[in-house]
């Protein structure tokens, strides 16, 4: 049992370039989240899935695109990067329906975009 | 627009000291508050607490809700070198998702 598992953990891009960041979960969760984290700023959600094929703003979209084609499978998309892109990405997911708002994340994406 | 504090943003604290983190937050649709601790990686649960007054206990760990005052504060008694982390704290909202909106975090150093 993995749990939350991201793909890549590093990566460094030129401004411009495109990139997807895989998330993979093992524990059957509905929900699936992720968020940005930058030095002082704490973490913050990017875009969530409630199911697979659905999706959902959260409160920095710009510039990043997501898809849910399977349960276990969240995809994050850069199609131009930009400088201002440069974070960690934290990947989390959690169960529906059992009145725990726990959300279990996975060990982040570094990506620097020079 | 839906906010979540934490004070102090770092501390700096001795071995065998006990410490308390603050979080305050105003949310229009509240569901719950979680702490966090995050090391190196990723973050780790700590407690869920939706209802006032109860306190949640775990080892030298503590936290509780005043949902009238709306704030939490999370007490770490008798400190050790392995509680340094950030820790976090989170209001999940009530809607379809439940996301949560996380605070910036508390730093907590504890020297030897």
């Known amino acids: 049992n993995a749990g939350v598992t991201q793909t890549p953990k590093f990566r460094v891009l030129k401004t411009g370039q495109s990139m997807t960041l895989l998330c993979a979960q093992d524990?059957?969760?509905?929900?699936m989240y992720w968020y940005r984290q930058d030095p002082g700023m704490g973490l913050r959600l990017i875009h969530y899935?409630?199911?697979?094929?659905?999706?959902a703003k959260g409160e920095v979209p710009d510039g990043y695109n997501v898809s849910r084609l399977k349960k276990q499978n969240f995809l994050l998309g850069l199609e131009s990067a930009a400088p201002s892109q440069t974070s960690v990405y934290f990947c989390?997911?959690?169960?529906?329906?059992?009145?725990?708002?726990?959300?279990?994340f996975g060990p982040g994406t570094r990506l620097t975009v020079t | 627009e839906d906010k979540v504090v934490q004070s102090p943003l770092s501390l700096v604290v001795h071995e065998g000291d006990t410490v308390t983190l603050n979080c305050s937050y105003e949310v229009t649709n509240f569901r719950s508050l979680l702490w966090y601790k995050q090391e190196k990686k990723a973050p780790t649960f700590l407690f869920m607490l939706?209802?006032?007054?109860i306190e949640k206990k775990s080892g030298r760990l503590s936290s509780i809700l005043d949902k009238k005052e709306l704030f939490s504060i999370l007490n770490i008694t008798a400190t050790q070198t392995g509680d340094s982390a950030i820790y976090l704290c989170?209001?999940?909202?009530?809607?379809?998702?439940?996301?949560?909106?996380f605070g910036k975090g508390t730093t907590l150093s504890v020297s030897s």
């Open positions: 899935s409630v199911g697979e094929g659905t999706t």
């Open positions: 524990m059957n969760h509905e929900y």
């Open positions: 989170a209001v999940a909202l009530n809607q379809a998702g439940t996301a949560l909106i």
């Open positions: 989390a997911s959690r169960q529906a329906g059992t009145g725990k708002d726990e959300q279990y």
């Open positions: 939706t209802s006032s007054g």
